[in-house]
Nanobody
Framework: VQLQACGGGLVEAGGFLRLSCAAS??????MGWYRQAPGKQRAMVAT???????NYVDSVKGRFTISRDNAKSTVYLQMDSLEPEDTAVYYC??????????WGQGTLVTVSS
């Protein structure tokens, strides 16, 4: 299984970014995004099942939207109204149908105040 993420960058507070992650080599039941801020543990941001059920951490509800294209095995994270607290390395995540988890390489999102 391979995960290829892209879309990170530097943005001002209040701005937006869109992350995408293309997966290959498996059947993916859950896809999503985690993030790790400096000095903190990696934590879930949002996940989506292959039937479209979503889950968000409270701090991004109403600002971030996760979606996926099952035909392309690609997951997206639309991040609006970004805040400096969203600064982190964002990791694409997937869990296959046989419950094995995989991680992408991480993409840096920096939100300036």
């Amino acid at each position: 299984v391979q995960l290829q993420a892209c879309g990170g960058g530097l943005v001002e507070a209040g701005g937006f970014l869109r992350l995408s992650c293309a997966a290959s080599g498996g059947i993916f039941s859950i896809m999503g995004w985690y993030r790790q801020a400096p000095g903190k543990q990696r934590a879930m941001v949002a996940t989506i099942t292959n039937t479209g059920s979503t889950n968000y951490v409270d701090s991004v509800k109403g600002r971030f939207t996760i979606s996926r294209d099952n035909a392309k095995s690609t997951v997206y994270l639309q991040m609006d109204s970004l805040e400096p607290e969203d600064t982190a390395v964002y990791y694409c995540y997937t869990r296959t149908r046989v419950r094995v988890s995989y991680w992408g390489q991480g993409t840096l999102v920096t939100v300036s105040s």
